[in-house]
């Protein structure tokens, strides 16, 4: 499965994500939509600013999630968050779920800079950020995990 157009992105909107929270019957999908129902109570999400399920495109297995983590804020700045089923990683989707989370992002005019946190180390996602053109711009405090390393995209710059 390492050929990326056999990945789709489904947005995972309120009504869908209502539907498949009440379908979910095993994890980690179960955790991740109720993770997702949480922060859309949050936020207030609304498209294009969505979860989105990554699904093979040929068998419809789920195989991941990305994220916009809240809505845009006042300065144009949006943070993106991606996350690969045990199972499907060092396949590719987690580079394919990032640059679709930037392509989204770069299409919306509002959009300065594209933000991602990641663990405080090089791994499979730090180099996805690098192979996108972030770059990692100090730490930062996630209330979840502790500190993380902090990345930006400039919106306007193409990779």
Known sequence: MTDESKIELVPLD????????????????????????????????????????????DTGVIIGICSFTGMPDDDGRIEISYFTFPGFENLGVGSRMAAALVEIARSQPEITL??????????????????LGFVQNGTATDPDVGPVWAWELEAGTNT
């Open 114 to 131: 594209i933000t991602a946190h990641t663990s405080p180390e090089e791994n499979a996602s730090t180099r996805i950020l690098q192979r």
């Open 14 to 57: 309120h009504n869908r994500l209502e539907i498949l929270r009440g379908l979910a019957s095993t994890e980690p999908l179960i955790s991740v939509l109720r993770a997702t129902a949480d922060m859309y109570a949050l936020t207030g999400q609304t498209a294009p600013w969505l979860s989105y399920l990554t699904a093979h495109e």
